[in-house]
Nanobody, 117 residues
Framework: QVQLVESGGGLVQPGGSLKLSCVAS????????MGWYFQAPGKERQLVAS???????NYVESVKGRFTIARDNAKNTVYLQMNSLKPEDTAVYYC???????????WGQGTQVTVSS
């Protein structure tokens, strides 16, 4: 059974940093695209960043230069380092693993990130 467990969310002041982690279990995910999405209240879930099996990463414009996504295939883990956080980054962040070229994907349960003074 596939399971994704996220951690690292919390409350941080503007300008602060958080690091999210998502540990996957149940199969080998080395050929999956790993990503993070966020969903603010009343808004649709949207992609923050993703990294494919070759290490190529992609970011939404609003987080470029502030967030860094990384993966560790040996640990089936994907990370999101978030620096210079802004109030508009406040959302529930979801881990997503998607098998490239297919509709197969898995979601984490979400972790709340709140940026506020």
């Amino acid at each position: 059974q596939v399971q994704l467990v996220e951690s690292g969310g919390g409350l941080v002041q503007p300008g602060g940093s958080l690091k999210l982690s998502c540990v996957a279990s149940g199969r080998d995910f080395s050929d999956y695209v790993m990503g993070w999405y966020f969903q603010a209240p009343g808004k649709e879930r949207q992609l923050v960043a993703s990294v494919d099996s070759g290490g190529w990463s992609n970011y939404v414009e609003s987080v470029k230069g502030r967030f860094t996504i990384a993966r560790d295939n040996a640990k089936n883990t994907v990370y999101l380092q978030m620096n210079s956080l802004k109030p508009e980054d406040t959302a529930v962040y979801y881990c997503n693993l998607r098998r490239a070229g297919t509709l197969v994907q898995y979601w984490g349960q979400g972790t709340q990130v709140t940026v506020s003074s």
